[in-house]
């Protein structure tokens, strides 16, 4: 388990998940440096904490994704939250397009 996954005193529910966003890389073209402002949000973070899965027909159906897996999401999938001063994205396991393995 990282550092980060240690600091979070949060449980997710159900099918949800929480992703630490990653750090958005700093682009140059042609020694121009963009501003944070203009800067698009990346789509892929590291899971810190997951729920337990979501319940059909009254049985429990476990996540496939764990805590410390890297993932894709949509541009404008979860809501965002903050702990510690860290930013992070609350949502649920169907808003993950995949795993990076």
Do not use: F
């Amino acid at each position: 388990m990282t550092d980060t996954a240690t600091k979070i005193k949060i449980q997710p529910l159900g099918d949800r998940i929480i992703v630490k966003v990653s750090e958005p890389k700093e682009i140059k073209k042609s020694g121009i440096i963009i501003p944070e402002t203009a800067k698009e949000k990346p789509q892929e973070g590291l899971v810190v904490a997951t729920g337990k899965g979501k319940t059909e027909d009254g049985k429990l159906v476990p996540m496939e994704i764990k805590t410390g897996d890297t993932v894709l999401y949509g541009k404008y999938s979860g809501t965002e939250i903050k702990i510690n001063d860290e930013e992070y994205l609350i949502m649920t396991e169907s808003d993950v397009l995949g795993i990076v393995r």
